[in-house]
T-cell receptor, first 113, second 114 residues
Framework: DGGITQSPKYLFRKEGQNVTLSCEQN?????MYWYRQDPGQGLRLIYY???????QKGDIAEGYSVSREKKESFPLTVTSAQKNPTAFYLC????????????FGPGTRLTVT | AQSVTQLDSQVPVFEEAPVELRCNYS??????LFWYVQYPNQGLQLLLK??????LVKGINGFEAEFNKSQTSFHLRKPSVHISDTAEYFC????????????FGQGTRLTINP
């Protein structure tokens, strides 16, 4: 079955530690995205990548970093510089020609204490 | 820049009743419009989309939405809801050209009571 895998589903970290969230897709999509979801705020775009080895900042990129070394993978690192990292993180992908029709993974809930 | 406002954060309805979830957008250019659904503890799924053509758009699970350019609205409707429709619904907008980034509304939590 084609789809997007995010792991782990739940992640706990101590304040001051960097943490990397995994996102893998086998849909053969060129574009991939990371969103942050907080209650009552909808989804906010962190980073996106339209092609391998290239990515752009979204609306709330500060404190986050990404890489896109393979078409299938788009890991997100939440660094210690992120002031409020506890949130639900969603990864998505799309065909390059229809970036508005995005397919989402199940999400990772990150809790930092 | 585009923005989306979902006027209700929560909508409780009884099973088999009709429902309307409201969405208004702001943009100085023409836009594409979308509704996504998020079931509990899952990612989002595209429900329906308006790109051009007929202003009444039908989606999955019996939902439909109507694009109203003069009122800058894209309200989502279903004539009879089921318990399984309990979810959070997000309206989204993007420009037809350029980066085509999706801008999401704050979400509306639909709760179906038996």
């Amino acid at each position: 079955d084609g789809g997007i895998t995010q792991s782990p589903k739940y992640l706990f970290r101590k304040e001051g530690q960097n943490v990397t969230l995994s996102c893998e897709q086998n849909l053969n999509h060129d574009a991939m995205y990371w969103y942050r979801q907080d209650p009552g705020q909808g989804l906010r775009l962190i980073y996106y990548s339209q092609i391998v080895n290239d990515f752009q900042k979204g609306d709330i990129a500060e404190g986050y970093s990404v890489s896109r070394e393979k078409k299938e993978s788009f890991p997100l690192t939440v660094t210690s510089a992120q002031k409020n990292p506890t949130a639900f993180y969603l990864c998505a992908s799309s065909l390059r020609d229809s970036p508005y029709e995005q397919y989402f993974g199940p999400g990772t809930r990150l809790t930092v204490t | 820049a585009q923005s989306v406002t979902q006027l209700d954060s929560q909508v409780p309805v009884f099973e088999e009743a009709p429902v309307e979830l409201r969405c208004n957008y702001s943009s100085s250019v023409s836009v594409y419009l979308f509704w996504y659904v998020q079931y509990p503890n899952q990612g989002l799924q595209l429900l329906l989309k308006y790109l051009s053509g007929s202003t009444l758009v039908k989606g999955i699970n019996g939902f439909e939405a109507e694009f109203n350019k003069s009122q800058t609205s894209f309200h989502l409707r279903k004539p009879s809801v089921h318990i399984s429709d309990t979810a959070e619904y997000f309206c989204a907008v993007c420009k037809p050209q350029g980066a085509q980034k999706l801008v999401f509304g704050q979400g509306t939590r639909l709760t179906i009571n038996p």
